[in-house]
């Protein structure tokens, strides 16, 4: 998977447009895969509010009516698009963590991963959208269920992890886990707002310090 600093790492997992004849499923799934890039671009670069069907639709090179055949209207794209970069950055996981033998090595890279994402396009996209769900009822209404699936599993999994690390103290887990992302959403808006990279990673290597304090003291 390429470097989470592009958009393209967020959609990596997603098909891709097949050269000379494809079937009727392909040219979906790529007509799909380019509204969704476009749909991360937009929000990262513009935000919420300016990121419209009709600015998607242009970008992604795709016309109004094949979008509206796929997404309707914008809540229907926006949920599409959590899912879909939800599943690549579970992917990017998946990736980065697998070829890494010690568990406490393990759980200390899931942090540097983490700020990966966090502050890749798709993650500030994503930041976006949950901010937009404090005034877009209808936006709440599709997302708030989202986000509660999407945190029990990145539960189930920072559990899992932890214990692999020898913390079995599960209050710990869950809290370290609610405190983690905060800071990196946090610090991903500080970062768009143009802090310093270094500052930036000072802070990060604070939450990892949380860890292996925690770790020493087993």
Not at 32 to 39: D, F, G, N, S, V
Request: glycine fraction near 4%; proline fraction near 5%; hydrophobic fraction near 45%.
């Amino acid at each position: 998977m390429p470097n989470p600093e592009i958009v393209e790492r967020s959609t990596a997992a997603l098909p891709v447009k097949l050269e000379g004849s494809s079937t009727n499923p392909e040219r979906s799934a790529a007509t799909k895969a380019k509204l969704i890039a476009a749909t991360i671009e937009s929000l990262h670069r513009y935000g919420y509010a300016a990121t419209t069907t009709i600015l998607v639709a242009k970008n992604a090179n795709v016309s109004r009516g094949a979008m509206l055949h796929h997404y309707p209207n914008k809540v229907a794209l926006i949920l599409a698009c959590m899912k879909e970069t939800y599943e690549a950055e579970m992917a990017y996981y998946r990736q980065e963590l697998s070829p890494i033998s010690d568990p406490v090595e393990r759980i200390l890279r899931l942090m540097d991963a983490a700020w990966d994402c966090f502050k890749s396009p798709a993650g500030v996209a994503r930041t976006e959208i949950w901010m937009a769900t404090r005034s877009d009822a209808d936006l709440a209404d599709q997302l708030v269920p989202l986000y509660r699936s999407e945190f029990e599993r990145s539960k189930r999994g920072m559990l899992r992890l932890m214990k692999e690390a020898g913390i079995a103290d599960e209050v710990f887990t869950y809290d370290f886990l609610t405190f983690s992302v905060a800071t990196f959403r946090g610090l991903a808006m500080s970062a768009a707002l143009g802090t310093p990279e270094a500052e930036i990673r000072a802070a990060v290597d604070m939450v990892k310090d949380r860890l292996r304090l925690k770790i020493s003291q087993l």
